[in-house]
């Protein structure tokens, strides 16, 4: 962009699943079940002209103790058949759904997704992500064969094999024979969908690992990541970027959006006030306790969470809980629990408030819109996944106060100029076969 034109941001509202951020125990929150909660989000995103509508996903409940996780989503209906429907009673917003990777097919994932593209007119988008832990794979016949090296080495070759599906039916004509050999996949045949609006639905990674960050570069269109501060968010920027040199691709064909929360106020102290009362209410009592579970690995019930943290070591071979990906040594966190607890002063409960936050914009509304301006600006991000702490409400705030202020500042569009979510992300359609 120019110095006249400044860098456009863009935006995704994220129907929560599994998480910290969402308080359902909130009068205002909705269900996490019923069509018009997921309708009432996704109409407000595209009154805001969102990019997208995220559905998070997993394929197992998580566990604690034996027992369901308080945290979890039970009873969510299936991302993509949500999507179908939302395809209905939306118009220009984008789509997105979190389907894994490991457990399911190429030809029929391909099939779901070029399906999903075509009833919506070009919006679909796969956030493509993986599992390598057995007890996912106890819910399926090949169980938990996968190794954690081998996973991005199976989803690589997954969209591969899916964009040789897609691109196996040529723009008006008749499908042709498809054959992919490789070390994970051994499939051919015809592909059942003609070519979709967008040749390819859009793909999303999501992950921070090294192992994400490349594969991030060399496959998808979005990566959906997390970083606490604008340093850190500017180190992540430019090491994906630079990444994507090596697979003959511009730092413009993948888009870096961080999830991030927000809270709005008539003041700054009013937001703050508001955002440590949310933070209490994500984080209550039992809340803390099961946090502090889940990185020590053993039953910690009867500790105070208004007391100190626990002077045991954690139990890293631990199988208390199940389902959840841990992103860290757990001998490690506890060690920075324990020096920011003595440090500040801090009980239990107190600690994993202020560990366990995701990056937040904390403020009035023209603040809240100067900040996520300037992350774009100084490519930190390209944009935000927006994750409200109450479904379905939880956005209109957003959208009726900051969406207006991003447009005056110039960095945010005033209308839907294409179809597509290609076209909203200034993604370019694949080439289609001849």
């Known amino acids: ?61 998580r566990e604690h103790n034996g027992r369901v996780h308080d945290l979890d989503v039970v009873g969510r209906p299936e991302s993509i058949t949500v999507l179908n429907a939302l395809a209905a009673v939306t118009d220009r917003l984008g789509l997105a759904a979190t389907v894994n990777a490991t457990f399911n097919e190429p030809y029929e994932l391909a099939r779901r997704l070029a399906s999903l593209d075509h009833l919506s007119g070009g919006r679909a988008a796969w956030n493509v992500v993986t599992s390598s832990d057995a007890f996912t794979g106890e819910n399926f016949r090949r169980g938990g064969y996968l190794d954690r090296a081998d996973r991005y080495t199976r989803a690589a070759e997954f969209v591969a094999a899916a964009r040789e599906l897609w691109d196996s039916w040529p723009d008006g004509g008749a499908p042709r024979p498809f054959a992919h050999r490789g070390e994970q996949f ?8 003609p070519r979709s609006p967008q040749g390819h639905p859009v793909v999303i990674q999501a992950g921070d690992s090294d192992e994400g960050r490349e594969f991030a570069a060399s496959a998808a269109d ?28 511009a730092p413009g064909d993948l888009k870096i959006m961080p999830g991030v929360t927000f809270v709005l106020g008539d003041t700054v102290a009013d937001a703050q006030e508001r955002a440590a009362e949310i933070r209490r209410q994500q984080v209550s009592p039992q809340n803390a306790i099961l946090a502090l579970e889940q990185v020590w690995g053993v039953d910690l019930s009867g500790y105070d969470p208004d007391g100190p943290l626990p002077d045991i070591d954690p139990d890293p071979g631990s199988q208390l809980v199940q389902g959840r ?52 600006r100084e490519e930190a991000a390209d944009g935000f996944i927006l994750v409200p702490h109450l479904t379905p409400g939880g956005l209109d705030d957003f959208v009726d106060r900051v969406v207006p202020l991003l447009q005056e500042r110039g960095v945010f569009r005033t209308a839907y100029t294409g179809r597509t979510l290609r076209d909203h992300l200034g993604l370019s359609l694949p080439a289609a076969p001849e």
């Open 186 to 193: 051994d499939i051919e045949g015809r592909f059942g969908v």
């Open 1 to 61: 962009m120019t110095d006249h034109q400044p860098r456009q941001l863009h935006l995704a509202a994220h129907f929560p699943g599994v998480n910290n951020t969402t308080v359902w125990a909130d009068p205002q929150s909705g269900s996490q079940i019923e069509f018009s909660s997921f309708e009432q989000l996704a109409r407000t995103a595209e009154r805001g002209l969102f990019d997208f509508f995220f559905l998070a996903e997993g394929l197992r409940l």
């Open 222 to 249: 979005i990566i959906f990541t997390r970083h606490g501060t604008l340093e850190a968010g500017r180190a992540f920027y430019a090491d994906v970027k630079r990444r994507l040199a090596a697979y003959g691709r």
């Open 325 to 376: 990906v841990r992103h860290a040594d757990p001998l490690e966190i506890a060690a920075k629990w324990r020096a920011l607890s003595e440090e500040k002063g801090l009980s239990i409960r107190q600690t994993v408030i202020e560990t366990t936050g995701r990056q937040s914009f904390i403020g009035t509304p023209d603040a809240v819109a100067g900040e996520m301006a300037r992350f774009v």
